[in-house]
């Protein structure tokens, strides 16, 4: 089981950017596709972006692309996620994934692999 931490978490108002870290002690960061994953009150946990080992290459939920960006450094063993012009509906339990794999057009990270989440709370 990966041990990942995020933080930077809040409640803000609907437009207020927020920016999500995840850290970790794994030597193998570098060598994962990491990720996002969020879940809100009553629904499943959904994919909302991914990040190749070397971070050349991103992927993001479709509806996101635009105002979130996702982003590491291996060398820190650390991955962001920015989340700009927020709105309500982008309130859930954020989670830091490792291992992430494609799944048809989206992605998944096996069970374990990811952290034990942030809370974000956009108001109106």
């Known amino acids: 089981q990966v041990e990942l931490v995020e933080s930077g978490g809040g409640s803000v108002q609907a437009g207020d950017p927020l920016t999500l870290s995840c850290t970790t002690s794994e030597v193998t960061f570098s060598s994962s596709y990491m990720g996002w994953l969020r879940q809100s009150p009553g629904k499943q946990r959904e994919f909302v972006a991914a990040?190749?080992?070397?971070?050349?290459?991103?992927f993001y939920r479709d509806y996101l692309k635009g105002r979130f960006t996702i982003s590491r450094d291996n060398a820190k063993n650390t991955a962001w996620l920015q989340m700009n012009s927020l709105k309500p509906e982008d309130t859930a339990v954020y989670y830091c994934?490792?291992?992430?794999?494609?799944?048809?057009?989206?992605?998944?990270?096996?069970?374990?692999?990811w952290g034990q989440g942030t809370q974000v709370t956009v108001s109106s």
């Open positions: 994934a490792a291992e992430m794999n494609p799944i048809g057009s989206s992605w998944s990270a096996p069970l374990g692999s």
């Open positions: 990040i190749s080992r070397t971070g050349g290459q991103t």
